[in-house]
């Protein structure tokens, strides 16, 4: 079993859509973070956080440490959010570079 | 956000020869930086973390006379493939943290290797 597992593996939704996605992980962490990688392959830093929740525009991202659970939440879609989004922890007394990343999930917001 | 470039995006290469990828950070001061490798389809996997000024630290199963890695300075860090063969074709993402900025990664754009 993976330690960080994503869910659904791939979502496709119509623009406009509530979108939720899924981090459910097993080890104890320091800190979760949600990336997203567009087709081209370059990635970016969307949120950390490892307590709590976070907003930056139309993404929330959530985290219930008790449950090992986060939630990546996207409000009134729109096609240029397809891409892949991962999730990815650090785990607790890791150093910075040990990520353990989910297998991601593949968004595709049609118009 | 921070902003972290790499150069090239994309490269062609024959087989035998080497392959120099930069990394830089371009508006702050990377003390570490760290290089990823990603296979179609699969996770990034960490092949090895620099650290300004010192020797890089690879991850078991990743050849450090294959991947030499220099961390010269606190804004550019340099991957270099050597002697590629096909099988090093993939997709190489860098990231750096800074100062204070504890768990905290800013990923580089990629860049896409080919050995043909």
């Known amino acids: 079993k993976n330690e960080v597992e994503q869910s659904p593996q791939n979502l496709t939704a119509q623009e406009g859509e509530f979108i939720t996605i899924n981090c459910s992980y097993s080890v104890g962490i320091s800190a979760l973070h949600w990336l997203q990688q567009h087709p081209g392959g370059g990635i970016v830093s969307l949120f950390m956080?490892?307590?709590g929740k976070k907003k930056h525009g139309r993404l929330i991202a959530t985290i219930n440490i008790q449950e090992k659970h986060s939630s990546l939440h996207i409000t009134a879609s729109h096609p240029r959010d397809s891409a892949v989004y991962i999730c990815?922890?650090?785990?607790?007394?890791?150093?910075?570079?040990?990520?353990?990343f989910g297998k991601g999930t593949k968004l595709s917001v049609k118009p | 956000g921070a902003v972290v470039s790499q150069h090239p995006s994309r490269v062609i290469c024959k087989s035998g020869t080497s392959v120099k990828i930069e990394c830089r950070s371009l508006?702050?001061?990377?003390?570490?930086m760290f290089w990823y490798r990603q296979f179609p389809k699969q996770s990034l996997m960490l092949m090895a973390t620099?650290?300004?000024?010192?020797?890089?630290?690879?991850e078991q199963g990743v050849e450090k006379d294959k991947f030499l890695i220099n961390h010269a300075s606190l804004t550019l860090s340099t991957l270099t493939v050597t002697s590629a063969h096909p099988e090093d074709s993939s997709f190489y993402i860098c990231s750096a943290s800074g100062i204070g900025g504890q768990y905290e990664q800013y990923f580089g754009p990629g860049t896409r290797l080919t050995v043909t």
């Open positions: 508006d702050f001061q990377a003390t570490t």
């Open positions: 620099s650290n300004e000024g010192s020797k890089a630290t690879y």
């Open positions: 956080l490892s307590s």
């Open positions: 990815a922890v650090t785990g607790y007394g890791g150093s910075q570079g040990n990520l353990i």
